[in-house]
């Protein structure tokens, strides 16, 4: 069995194309017979809905972080073969002052998931961080094996990095993960008319070179539709710009990881 890779996906922007990625993302996976575990880590439970969950009360990472439920049991089957998740619910939020309390913080989500790791039966875990520079985002990337950066083709859209590559070098220098890197930069909502949109995905290659993905996500219309029907847009309209452009980006993020 191969090596789970947990992937937090994160910027603490709101609306840059987080959750959208990490629904699309874990679906065009799945397509490629890779099994994956979406962790949905942000209260708004948008990754949850998203992938056609309803939310309830108690089912969430909370109870694992607290030790009062098993991973094992929280963890759900969605509609989709290949793809599991554990679920967000409002109480969610709560387990930022809970784990706060606690000594050694960063560790919390890594502890709660260390039997998934071990066990071995997920290709990937996609962790869906919230738009905060929390405990729980930041204890998500403690328990990374690397970081996806998701920024909307918009001015400004740099502002910001810097401090997810300073909280990385943090992470590695004090030892809370040593190993821990900027796997990737995705360009989304990418709207081919305007020139800002091109200029700004020049700016961020010029910077950041080939962290860049290749593949840019187009802004498009069934995207934002499909979580209203509990759907990835990959699945609710394959044949979409969108879905297509998800699929490309699943190409070419797994071959990164099949390379090493
Ligand atoms: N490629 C796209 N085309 C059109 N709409 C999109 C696209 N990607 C995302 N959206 C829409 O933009 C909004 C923000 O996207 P999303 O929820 O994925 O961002 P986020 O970074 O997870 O936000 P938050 O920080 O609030 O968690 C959503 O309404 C989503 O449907
Ligand atoms: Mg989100």
Request: include cysteine; hydrophobic fraction near 45%; glycine fraction near 8%.
């Amino acid at each position: 069995m191969s090596k789970t890779r947990a992937i937090a996906i994160a910027n603490q922007k709101g609306g840059v194309g987080k959750t959208t990625t990490v629904v699309n993302l874990a679906a065009a996976l799945s397509e490629l017979g890779k099994a994956v575990l979406v962790i949905d880590l942000d209260p708004q439970a948008n990754a949850t809905s998203g992938l056609g969950l309803t939310r309830q009360p108690g089912v969430s990472l909370y109870p694992v972080l607290t030790g009062t439920a098993d991973v094992a049991d929280i963890i759900q089957p969605t509609p989709y073969e290949n793809i599991n998740i554990i679920p967000a619910e409002v109480d969610l939020a709560g387990a930022e002052l809970e784990i706060a309390r606690r000594g050694n913080h960063l560790e919390a989500v890594r502890a709660a998931l260390s039997r998934v790791f071990e066990s071995g039966v997920f290709d990937f875990i996609l962790m869906d961080c919230p738009p905060s520079l929390g405990i729980l985002m930041t204890s998500s990337l403690a328990a990374a094996d690397g970081i996806v950066v998701t920024m909307q083709c918009e001015y400004y859209a740099m502002e910001g990095l810097s401090v997810i590559t300073s909280i990385i070098n943090q992470m590695r220098l004090n030892g809370a993960n040593p190993n821990l890197a900027l796997d990737g930069i995705l360009m989304t909502m990418f709207d081919g008319r305007t020139r800002l949109a091109a200029d700004v995905v020049a700016e961020v290659r010029s910077h950041f070179g080939d962290l860049v993905y290749n593949t840019t996500i187009p802004r498009n219309v069934k995207v934002s539709e499909a979580p209203s029907f509990g759907q990835p847009v990959v699945f609710y309209d394959p044949s979409s710009r969108g879905a297509a452009a998800y699929r490309e980006f699943a190409r070419e993020f797994a071959a990164r990881y099949e390379a090493c």
